[in-house]
């Protein structure tokens, strides 16, 4: 098999007392997207996190195209982060700026972009996600689910390689999350771009991406493609992509 | 054996309460220094210096005049009542313009933009950290120190020679109020006092410590708010409310601890 674009080896990351990631081992490949499930708590916006850097791992190592990134120099590294593009769960928006600012940032602090064109792909981006009109608002003027659109905005408006979606389509009513999801779909069509997405949209993940990998346990316990993950007879991973859990579901009932 | 542990691990402590000040005090520099490198580099954040400028300094005009105006006032009250004991009361004016130029305007200055301003900005970078905004920063390769700190350094650093000099003017025209209108010392000698005791000097050394209480001022509150994260004793609002409250003490303090540091060497 080719080389992975992104490659965890026995990443270990405790907080405190509390041991999150223990001993990931993920890879994931150019030009797919790949989605990560697993139960909420469990450590999914972690891992993400270390791919781009914004958490470093206590032991074991990340690599980008074969090369160990905290073994890389400052330069290259940065080269590195510059591909990618990451959305927050939390969305993570500049409240005290409006929604243009917030969409238009990354594309104006680079200073490369004419102003006519920042304006083009702005009001493009948002019309794309049905937010057109609403530029001069605030973050906190939106609705939870706008404000995920708006996220989501900014993070494709640079057109960047490798996009990082925490839990995209998380509070969307069932048209945005499909219009959402179709997006995602057509930009790899038509950018080849590589996504890692973090999303509790079972069965909708296992349509639009080619990879699930399913992380418990502080492990990756499955990784592979959505045929594979559906047909696993491993109970772990039946239960959870089936929605159920015997033993909590039982609880929950006998205590009526 | 127990004893023996209990002593090292008191030496142990005292170690770590002499150290992390020190460690903190670094962490500050090499924060400011930064926060200096980026503020030179290209591309230069023109626009973003001159927002700044109208938040620190312009809005901070009126509470300037109104803190300025009763500072020279009761300095106006009770130099009059201290000279007027020794017969010297003609020297009023030479007393409040060189206290207020050398002393009151720098420091009472500072303190009133870190109420303002400070605070302020403590707050708002300590929300931008802990809602992830600065990490968002950092994805898009944009980087905080350059793109939060810069600009309020150098905004401060042309605002609070401005507002001192305004703080300076308004508190010599206080000082005329209550000493000449009030309690009836001739207006020229009043302010034939000023003029002939304030020398340039005086002024210099009153603009070097405004700039230098801007770089401190400013460099305490925003590195307050960027560490919010990192604060043990709190999360989320309270580490935010806690932040700014110690970015306004240590600012406070930090502006008396250095204001008469400089006082020795420049005198
Ligand atoms: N910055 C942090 N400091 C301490 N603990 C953290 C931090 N970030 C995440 N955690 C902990 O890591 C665990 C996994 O969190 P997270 O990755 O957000 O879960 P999820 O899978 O729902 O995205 C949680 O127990 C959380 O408390
Ligand atoms: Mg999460």
């Given at each position: 098999m080719t080389v992975p674009l992104i490659e965890f080896n026995q990443v270990f990351k405790r907080f405190g007392d509390n041991a999150v990631l223990k001993g990931v081992d993920l890879s994931i490949y150019q030009g797919q997207v790949t989605a990560i499930i697993g139960k909420?708590?469990?450590g999914k916006s972690v891992l993400l996190k270390h791919i781009i850097g914004l958490l470093e791992p206590d032991q074991g190592e990340i690599r980008f195209q074969g090369q160990a990134i905290n073994a890389m120099p400052a330069v290259a590294r940065r080269a590195v982060k510059m591909k990618f593009s990451y959305m927050f769960q939390g969305t993570a928006l500049f409240d005290s700026m409006t929604i243009y600012e917030n969409v238009a940032l990354p594309l104006k602090e680079k200073g490369q972009v004419p102003f006519r064109e920042i304006q083009r792909r702005v009001r493009d981006k948002l019309a794309q996600l049905d937010?057109?009109?609403?530029?001069?608002?605030?973050?906190?003027?939106?609705?939870g689910g706008m404000k995920k659109r708006v996220a989501m905005a900014r993070a494709l408006v640079t057109d960047p390689e490798i996009v990082l979606f925490d839990e995209p389509t998380t509070g969307l009513d069932p048209i945005r999350k499909n219009t959402a999801h179709a997006m995602i779909a057509q930009y790899q069509k038509t950018f080849g771009f590589t996504g890692v997405m973090v999303s509790h949209e079972i069965p909708d993940v296992f349509y639009i991406c080619q990879r699930i990998a399913m992380l418990d346990q502080g492990r990756i316990i499955f990784q592979g493609s959505p045929a594979e993950i559906q047909n696993s007879t491993e109970p772990a991973i039946r239960q959870f992509i089936r929605g159920q859990d015997p033993e909590a579901t039982q609880a929950a009932l006998s205590e009526r | 054996m127990t004893q023996s542990y209990t002593i090292t691990n008191m030496l142990a402590g005292l170690g770590r309460m002499a150290i992390s000040p020190v460690q903190e005090f670094g962490r500050v520099a090499i924060f400011f220094f930064r926060g200096v490198i980026y503020l030179f580099s290209f591309p230069l954040q023109a626009d973003k210096i001159i927002d700044q400028v109208y938040f620190i300094g312009t809005k901070s005009v009126f509470v300037i005049c109104l803190t300025g105006a009763f500072t020279g006032m009761v300095l106006g009250l009770q130099g009059y009542y201290t000279l007027v004991k020794f017969g010297s009361e003609g020297l009023l004016g030479a007393a409040v313009a060189l206290s207020l130029i050398r002393e009151m305007g720098p420091v009472l200055a500072a303190i009133m933009i870190v109420a303002r301003a400070g605070s302020a900005m403590a707050a708002e970078i300590g929300i931008m950290r802990i809602s992830e905004q600065i990490d968002a920063l950092e994805t898009m390769d944009i980087n905080p120190v350059r793109f939060l700190f810069s600009p309020r350094l150098g905004a401060a650093l042309i605002s609070f020679p401005f507002l001192t000099a305004i703080f300076d003017v308004v508190g010599i025209i206080g000082g005329y109020v209550t000493g000449s209108l009030l309690l009836g010392i001739n207006s020229g000698l009043y302010f034939s006092r000023v003029e002939s005791s304030v020398l340039m000097e005086d002024i210099n050394g009153g603009f070097a410590k405004s700039f230098c209480f801007a770089a401190i001022v400013v460099t305490i509150c925003c590195y307050q708010g960027y560490t919010t994260h990192l604060r043990k004793e709190g999360f989320g609002a309270k580490g935010v409310s806690l932040s700014t409250t110690s970015a306004v003490v240590l600012s406070c303090v930090m502006i008396l601890v250095a204001d008469y540091v400089l006082t020795s060497f420049l005198l």
């Open positions: 909420s708590g469990i937010l057109a009109g609403i530029e001069d608002k605030y973050p906190s003027q939106l609705s | -």
